[in-house]
């Protein structure tokens, strides 16, 4: 037991000096984390009420997505993850993305078409958590 809690001791270690690095070569780090907590915060929201402890899920969900996604399509995600019970909001995101940024109708398509695809695994990985 003793050898196993020092070795995922040395690879955490490890995975947290690989992370900090990764980070200060990252020049979209810091805004990835700020949109994770976001996602974070929204899921929160959204899911108070029905689930008694939403915190550990939802921050799997958006470390899930986070580590699944390239910077571009997680800010997306981002930016719908608001709207995700107010379609109307949605909408109108859409239209701003689409009138504001480089986004294109395809790019928005294909993230959502990823959410559906992927939806039971990142349920099967972060469902455990719920309480």
Known sequence: MKLVLTFI??????LLTAQAQAQQSDPTAASRQ???????RTCVAQTRGQV???E???ACTAGWLSARLNYRDFYLVGRFYHYANNEAGMQAEIQRLLAQT???????????????DSN???SAACQALER
């Open 52 to 54: 008694a402890n939403p």
């Open 102 to 116: 480089d986004y294109t109708a395809q790019d928005i398509q294909r993230v959502a078409r990823f959410l559906q």
């Open 120 to 122: 039971a695994q990142m």
């Open 34 to 40: 700020v949109m994770t907590r976001e996602i974070v």
């Open 56 to 58: 550990p899920a939802c």
């Open 9 to 14: 001791g040395a690879v955490s270690a490890c």
